[in-house]
């Protein structure tokens, strides 16, 4: 069993199955979303 967390906030996102336990990394919706927000205000 694998788990998707996210690189921001260390929520767990999902899980995936593996043959071996592994960890990836992705950034959650909720990051995600502050990002895009705070690119549009630099803009």
């Known amino acids: 069993m694998g788990t998707i967390v996210c690189q921001s906030c260390d929520a ?3 899980h ?3 043959e071996k336990v ?3 990394y992705a950034t ?3 990051c995600q ?3 895009d927000q ?3 205000e630099i803009r």
């Open 12 to 14: 767990t996102i999902d």
């Open 16 to 18: 995936v199955e593996e």
């Open 22 to 24: 592994t960890v990836l």
């Open 28 to 30: 959650c919706d909720h």
């Open 33 to 35: 979303h502050e990002k």
């Open 38 to 40: 705070t690119v549009s």
